[in-house]
């Protein structure tokens, strides 16, 4: 085994997103395949322990203490899953210990359970659901006396090997003290406590794939009789104990990497979270060198995706509020622009009333703007034709039936269609075409729209590049170009400011759910169209750098879990395995 090769290089693979975990996984792995610790060969072997434990059964049965384990099918017959030394043995679980399930008394009479420390001690899995050491006392409540009578619930001894069996499989503790346990136990009572450690530490290993096999599927459950037949790998004792230390040292060696790397991300995130902040409250004299020194800064202090995430979010929130590109004071208002589209006629198109007032948020400051811009509700766009349309699709009786659906024709859009990141679902959604189609009666979205979720999955926003039909959970917007640019429009809808007023909707319902009449109550800030035209081009040129950001993110993510499934390939290996392959 070469784990000294693998820790040598662990600082290569430590921001592999799951290389702790994989690390414990591989230091259980080795502990049960014999590789962890060298063998001794003055160790007695396992053929005589299992002659110890086989006698120790006899006598505790014998004297009465314990009772005699049922049988549940004594059959020696099982596929050995991997190899061992050969100084180990290949036995089923139920030859090491009894298999012993849990029970729970009646719910209804309060009298069979109290407080922690004042009765028998009584577990259930969610007693074990974070729970961080190895030894457990008792559970958040004990049985009393005439609980533990009135149940199937039995005392088990110190050291027993507790195993969740169901809700979820695979908590692992050993008891501290003597213990009972609900039916969401098979717990393992060693007829030598001695083995307990070792079989806790195997049973760890185990878990996951014991899950994976286990029988049901809305609720899985391993029974008594499963457990009991597990093969189990049988070191020497005197091997069991090296294991178990050794086991301790590196899984102390794993805390610590962890911490390291929970501190070395937070020290990320704090840095990260500083440089954005420069951003999101800048200082007008410093902006533009706080700006210079966040995106050079960002590359090597983001390590994730979602500080990509958070980096994206702080360009659309600068882009909004006119920190990203500088004013042009010869260039016409917004104001005025708005004002001479006003003088040429309101919106002829309009379908539905809309409201004349709009109370603004006071979330939101018009003093605040930039030179040029201005503060408008969508109702007021839609009135002086700003927007030419607002529209979401068919409801009731004429929203398509399963039936009217074909493979080819115009896509029909919902909220699954609108992805996170911008882009619409064409081909993989369902289509419409002749009669079902013609007899809808809106929601037709045309290319330059800009489509919004309002229900279900609120706040994606995409631009249409194919004219398509939406569902009722989705919303077109139809600006007038020459007044707002339809992707300046995209980055303003997918802004802070805008999903502020959004959210504030949303708690007032008990769903994801946005209406129109609602939308035309949200407010956008508008800034002179050429000034549009640049914030997009600087968007789109910003976006590029996170795009580059995140491919090289996503490559170094998975160099590292290729060299990490190297080394631990490399680890696991045999000193065989190995003169054999360089032998090739």
């Not at 921001?15 to 007695?44: C, H, N, T, Y």
């Not at 806790?200 to 499963?226: L, N, Q, R, Y």
């Not at 979330?363 to 030179?371: F, G, K, R, V």
């Not at 993510?557 to 680890?571: G, P």
Request: proline residues 6%; glycine residues 6%.
């Amino acid at each position: 085994m070469n784990a000294a090769r693998l820790l040598a290089h662990y600082e290569q693979v430590a921001d592999a997103p799951d290389a702790i975990a994989r690390l414990r996984r591989f230091v259980l792995d080795l502990s049960v395949r014999g590789k962890l610790v060298p063998q001794a060969s003055d160790d007695e072997p396992a053929s005589e322990l299992l002659k110890q434990i086989a006698k120790e059964k006899t006598r505790l049965v014998n004297a009465g203490e314990i009772r005699k384990p049922r049988d549940l099918d004594s059959s020696n017959k099982f596929d050995e899953p991997f190899a061992i030394p050969n100084t180990w043995e290949w036995v089923r679980l139920d030859a090491l210990g009894a298999i012993i399930g849990g029970g729970t008394p009646s719910a209804a009479d309060p009298e069979n359970f109290t407080e922690p420390g004042r009765g028998v001690p009584w577990l259930t899995p969610a007693d074990l659901g974070g729970y961080a050491d190895l030894f457990i006392e008792r559970g958040s409540r004990d049985l009393t006396e005439k609980g533990s009578r009135t149940s199937s619930a039995t005392l088990m001894p110190k050291g027993t090997v507790l195993f969740t069996s169901r809700a979820p499989i695979g908590y692992v503790a050993i008891a501290a003290n003597p213990i009972s346990t609900n039916q969401g136990f098979k717990s393992i009572v060693p007829y030598i406590l001695e083995c307990s450690r070792f079989i806790a530490t195997a049973m760890t290993a185990f878990a996951p794939e014991i899950d994976a096999k286990a029988p049901g599927t809305t609720f899985k459950e391993v029974s008594g009789k499963i457990v009991a037949a597990i093969p189990f790998p049988l070191p020497p004792l005197a091997e069991q104990h090296r294991i178990i230390a050794r086991v301790d040292e590196l899984m102390g060696l794993c805390d610590r990497l962890e911490a390291a790397r929970a501190d070395r991300e937070t020290v990320r995130d704090r840095l990260s979270a500083a440089s954005l902040a420069r951003l999101n409250a800048p200082d007008p004299e410093a902006f533009e060198d706080d700006a210079n020194f966040a995106f050079n800064a960002l590359p090597a202090l983001t390590k994730r995706p979602d500080q990509v995430k958070a980096l994206r979010q702080t360009i659309l929130n600068l882009a909004v509020s006119g920190k990203l590109v500088k004013q042009d004071a010869n260039e016409e208002s917004a104001e005025e622009l708005l004002s001479r589209k006003c003088k040429a006629g309101g919106n002829v198109n309009l379908r539905r009333a809309v409201p004349e007032i709009v109370e603004m948020p006071n979330t939101l400051d018009a003093e605040q703007l930039p030179t040029g811009w201005c503060l408008q509700s969508i109702a007021s766009l839609l009135r002086i034709g700003a927007i030419v349309d607002l529209k979401d699709g068919n409801h009731g009786a004429n929203h398509p039936k399963i039936s009217d659906f074909v493979s080819t024709g115009i896509p029909f859009i919902t909220a699954a269609q609108v992805s996170e990141t911008g882009q619409i679902d064409y081909e993989g959604t369902y289509k419409l075409d002749g009669k079902p189609l013609s007899k809808l009666k809106v929601g037709f979205a045309k290319k330059g729209d800009v489509i919004y979720t309002h229900k279900g999955s609120v706040g994606r926003v995409a631009l249409c590049y194919h004219d398509c039909v939406l569902s009722p959970q989705t919303t077109y917007y139809r600006p007038d170009e020459s007044i707002i640019n339809n992707a300046f429009l995209r980055i303003m809808l997918l802004s802070d400011q805008y999903r502020f007023q959004v959210d504030a909707v949303k708690k007032q319902t008990t769903r994801d759910f946005v209406s129109i009449q609602k939308q035309y109550g949200f407010f956008i800030y508008l800034p002179p169209i050429a000034e549009q035209s640049r914030i997009v081009a600087k968007v789109n040129k910003l976006m590029v750098l996170c795009d580059k950001l995140e491919a090289s993110l996503t490559a170094a993510t998975d160099t590292r879990r290729r060299l990490l499934d190297a080394l631990l390939a490399e680890a696991l290996a045999s000193d065989e395995d190995r003169l054999l392959e360089a032998a090739e």
